[in-house]
């Protein structure tokens, strides 16, 4: 078995070390916003996972096209990787939504078009996990999911666009205009730097995981090898 | 030497028959389709009465009343394609991979291209000829005058967004253990936008909006197509290409 | 210059053929050359790899390593060219049962560019002795004669070559004698043909070569002239077995 790159062990030290100092200025260094008071501090840590989230479905897309150019089992690992930790920092993503939406709007769940596409990119990728699911042969397996996450990502955009425009021509239920404009508010310095030592956490934290689920993948690889060879 | 000059004589000839063999290849998917499906008419009368049975059941779930009838009919009809279409997508590759006829169309020597746009065009003939049948049936049960010129195109336009996925992904289902139940959940999602967009433009059809309101859906249902179409076009190769 | 001449002279010429499934390998360095006009029997055990490697000859799958090349053009970069010189047969008969025999061959007839269609499907529909159930859907054929209208359907556009996998799979007695009549006409014509078979019987009256598939590699070969019916079981054990021990 390969050893643990001594690289990684350092990015997971780093990882939560900014992990611990992004939890401190949320909760210490952001002033409390004045309408919406403490809950708005759920606002940081979900504008990153949704950023990075989205980062990575698209190096999953990228990754595909590099499978279908190259047809280098590497790249379909990371494509794979890629769509599982975004899924769940998306996940993350919409969970801390609802917890803002409740005292915003007051309601957990609102058809907001951010939050619905998140939604909907979250069933494009369990669909890719439920494709690859179904197919036997690695090769096909590989090449259906590059060609899936290309598609997804391609239709990320135009759903976005689709439920913006749904949204822009039929008034909300909330009676503003924007469902979003009940929520706004304007960041101070302390909160904007907040935000990006915050995205910049979780781009740390998605790039450890990432590295820990590309090598979780080359060892199963590397297991089922071992399994043929006492096969034969 | 010698057969380096017959590869490249070859590959010229085969560019320039190129245009005209694509043509001909793509017309014979078609008409084999639609000749194998005049005959056994399993697909249509699946589709159709599908189609019927949702309308049915929409009926009762959503009391279509005749003051409902105006704001809901876009989404009901939609709905109702959207799933017979699912129907005859699914069919229609199975079809190929029974008796492996898929292996059969790869074989011969045509781009593999025309055999998607080939498909393609014959689930869209379907689907449109499944429509074509929905619509006078949906007018006279609830006197809703669906024969507008407007929600016609908008009624093409949307078929062929989605029947160019569609027949994409489900050439993909084929290939898998749950195929049937597969291709649903692959397409939805990705279908979402030329579905909402759909929906939209023929409710403002329906509901007599000024056309500058329709425009944007329209405009979104029309750069669907193209980018799916499109990207359809780049990606097949791999979908079918072991 | 000599190495050209070799490689005109074989219509099949395969070599160092590798084909891998993910982390599975199937074919390991196969190499295999045939002549025009030879009819090949290509026997082994189940899972050898025999249809993996007809599928590579067909170009309906991509060799990992090594070179293919089919009368002259290399699969997969010249896989048009190959395609329109090959006809294959696979124990599925690749036709829709809700055309009749005389659509179905005109289907593939405009696929292949074919021309003057109507004669030649009508010629070939002689051939396979189906001229008489023409116009009956192919669903209300037996096997056998599907699996006839399938030959007849793999050399409308006269190939070069002819792949055969396993075609006497699910055929009766009757059905089977049929087909080897059909199978020798195909053969007669100076066409090259590669059949892989479990069937040692059948394939002896056929073939004028014997090739055994073993462990992804082809590993003994040997053409009729050298060979006595009554030994061909005995050649083909040694074949496969010898591998395995070795």
């Known amino acids: 078995m390969e050893p643990k790159p001594r690289f990684l062990t350092i990015l997971d030290s780093i990882s939560a070390v900014l992990f611990v100092v992004a939890l401190g200025m949320v909760f210490f260094y952001a002033p409390t916003e004045r309408v919406m008071g403490a809950v708005q501090r759920v606002f940081y840590f979900h504008v990153a996972t949704a950023w990075v989230g989205m980062l990575g479905f698209m190096a999953a897309g990228v990754a595909g096209v590099a499978y279908l150019r190259s047809s280098d089992r590497k790249w379909d690992t990371v494509s794979l990787a890629a769509v599982e930790i975004s899924l769940v920092f998306f996940f993350i993503t919409i969970i801390m939504g609802s917890i803002w939406a409740r005292p915003a709007w007051g309601t957990w769940w609102t058809w907001e078009p951010r939050l619905t596409t998140a939604t909907i990119v979250e069933l494009v990728y369990a669909a890719y996990l439920m494709l690859r699911q179904g197919i036997e042969d690695p090769d096909r397996r590989a090449r259906f999911g590059a060609v899936y996450t290309i598609l997804g990502f391609i239709s990320v955009p135009v759903t976005f666009l689709s439920i913006r425009l749904y949204r822009t021509i039929h008034p909300t239920v909330f009676g503003v205009s924007s469902p979003e404009a009940e929520g706004e508010f304007s960041m101070t310095p302390s909160m904007l730097q907040t935000l990006i030592f915050s995205v910049l956490t979780f781009s740390v934290i998605f790039s450890s995981l990432l590295w820990h689920r590309i090598r979780l993948g080359r060892l199963a690889e590397k297991v089922e090898q071992l399994r043929l060879k006492i096969a034969h | ?242 | 210059m000599s190495e050209i001449s070799s490689q005109n002279s074989h219509v099949i010429d395969v070599r160092k053929l590798v084909k891998r499934f993910g982390l599975k390998t199937v074919l390991r360095g196969l190499d295999f050359q045939v002549q025009p006009g030879e009819f090949v029997a290509l026997l082994g055990p189940n899972g050898a790899g025999k249809t993996t490697f007809l599928r590579i000859l067909a170009s309906l799958s991509r060799p990992s390593l090594g070179e293919v090349r089919i009368a002259g053009y290399r699969l997969p970069a010249q896989a048009a060219a190959v395609r329109r010189r090959l006809g294959v047969v696979s124990h599925l008969p690749l036709l829709y049962g809700d055309l009749t025999a005389e659509e179905n061959l005109r289907f593939y007839a405009r696929m292949y560019g074919v021309p003057e269609r109507t004669e030649r499907v009508a010629e070939v529909l002689e051939l396979v002795g189906l001229a008489y159930r023409g116009r009956d859907l192919v669903r209300t054929y037996s096997r056998g004669m599907q699996q006839r209208l399938a030959i007849g359907r793999a050399v409308l556009h006269d190939p070069e070559v002819v792949l055969f996998d396993e075609p006497h799979t699910g055929l009766d007695q009757d059905a089977c004698n049929m087909l080897d009549g059909v199978l020798r006409e195909v053969a007669a014509r100076g066409r090259t043909v590669v059949m892989t078979s479990h069937d040692l019987a059948r394939a002896a009256d056929l073939a004028s070569r014997f090739d055994v598939l073993s462990r992804g590699v082809i590993a003994a070969s040997l053409p009729r002239a050298e060979i006595d019916t009554r030994d061909l079981l005995a050649f083909y054990r040694q074949a496969a077995e010898g591998v395995m021990v070795a």
């Not at chain 2, 000749?35 to 399993?42: F, G, I, Q, V």
């Open chain 2, 1 to 242: 030497m010698s057969q380096g000059m017959r590869v490249v004589a070859g590959e010229t000839r085969a560019a320039q028959a190129g245009a005209g063999s694509f043509l001909r290849a793509l017309l014979a998917v078609v008409w084999k389709d639609l000749a194998a499906e005049l005959r056994s008419r399993e697909l249509i009368s699946a589709m159709l009465v599908f189609a019927l049975l949702v309308i049915l059941i929409f009926n009762f779930a959503l009391e279509l009343d005749p003051r409902t009838r105006r704001t809901v009919s876009s989404g009901v009809l939609w709905v109702t394609f959207a799933f017979a279409g699912t129907l005859g997508l699914n069919r229609s590759m199975a079809i190929e991979k029974d008796r492996g006829c898929l292996d059969g169309l790869l074989l011969a020597p045509v781009d593999r291209s025309a055999i998607y746009f080939g498909k393609a065009i014959g689930n869209l003939v379907f689907m449109l000829m499944v429509e074509a049948i929905v619509l006078p049936v949906y007018t006279v049960l609830y006197s809703v005058n669906l024969f507008q010129p407007g929600l016609i195109l908008v009624i093409l336009l949307g078929s062929i967004g989605y029947t160019a996925i569609g027949t994409l992904l489900a050439s993909m289902a084929v290939h898998t253990r749950t195929r049937d139940i597969l291709l649903p959940i692959l397409l939805f999602p990705v279908a979402i936008p030329v579905l909402i967009a759909s929906v939209k433009a023929s409710a403002g059809f329906l509901e007599a909006i000024p056309l500058e309101e329709i425009m944007p859906w329209l405009n979104l249902i029309i750069a669907y197509d193209v980018i799916f179409i499109a990207v359809a076009y780049m990606v097949f190769d791999f979908i079918v290409e072991e």
